[in-house]
């Protein structure tokens, strides 16, 4: 789905295949969010769920964000803050999965960070620019707050490092 997103986007200004592509990104948006909610309520949560999940929804948000700043509606430092944060806690999952520690799950700033970082996307792309900004840096803060939250939560691995 991310491909025919990108190329969706690909062909510059034009509201009517933006729409499509905020269709698209909505749908997906909600069937991870789906998916997500069936695995705890039939309790098949598993640890390759709590990290594939989440790369997953990297990838199209990030693909997402790039796309905007491609398209003049999203400024690149914001989305590099953004990108940075989640190829940060990127690596400290796998930091995790390596080290047999446990892979925590996303928690409640995580998942508004998810939630806002969508909404910006689908606002901006909807060309809803004064909702698509303010929703855009709602989603910065709850990206580095989720981000200082997660790297907390697994301060076990540091704290002989850091002596």
Same mark, same amino acid.
């Given at each position: 789905m991310?491909?025919?997103f990108?190329?969706?986007?690909?062909?510059?200004?034009?509201?009517?295949?933006?729409? &499509?592509?905020?269709?698209?990104?909505a749908?997906?948006?909600?069937?991870?969010? =789906?998916?997500?909610? =069936?695995?705890?309520?039939?309790?098949?949560?598993?640890? !390759?769920?709590?990290?594939?999940?989440?790369?997953?929804?990297?990838?199209?948000?990030?693909?997402?964000? &790039?796309?905007?700043?491609?398209?003049?509606?999203a400024?690149?430092?914001?989305?590099?803050? &953004?990108?940075?944060?989640?190829?940060?806690?990127?690596?400290l999952?796998?930091?995790?999965?390596?080290?047999?520690?446990?892979?925590?799950?996303?928690?409640?700033?995580?998942?508004?960070k998810?939630?806002?970082?969508?909404?910006?996307?689908?606002?901006?792309?909807?060309?809803?620019?004064?909702l698509?900004?303010i929703?855009?840096?709602?989603?910065? !803060?709850?990206?580095?707050?989720s981000?200082?939250?997660?790297?907390?939560?697994?301060?076990?691995?540091?704290?002989?490092?850091?002596?």
């Amino acid at each position: 789905m991310i491909p025919i997103f990108i190329l969706l986007l690909s062909f510059g200004d034009n509201h009517f295949l933006r729409v &499509i592509a905020a269709i698209l990104f909505a749908v997906a948006s909600l069937t991870d969010y =789906l998916d997500g909610y =069936l695995a705890r309520k039939w309790n098949v949560v598993t640890n !390759f769920g709590k990290f594939a999940d989440p790369m997953a929804d990297k990838l199209l948000v990030m693909s997402a964000f &790039i796309m905007l700043i491609e398209l003049n509606l999203a400024p690149a430092w914001v989305i590099s803050l &953004i990108i940075c944060r989640e190829l940060a806690v990127t690596g400290l999952r796998l930091l995790l999965v390596e080290t047999g520690g446990t892979v925590l799950a996303a928690a409640m700033p995580g998942k508004i960070k998810t939630f806002s970082q969508m909404f910006a996307i689908l606002f901006l792309l909807l060309n809803w620019s004064f909702l698509g900004q303010i929703t855009l840096y709602i989603a910065l !803060f709850f990206t580095i707050y989720s981000g200082y939250d997660y790297f907390k939560g697994a301060g076990y691995l540091f704290k002989d490092t850091f002596k």
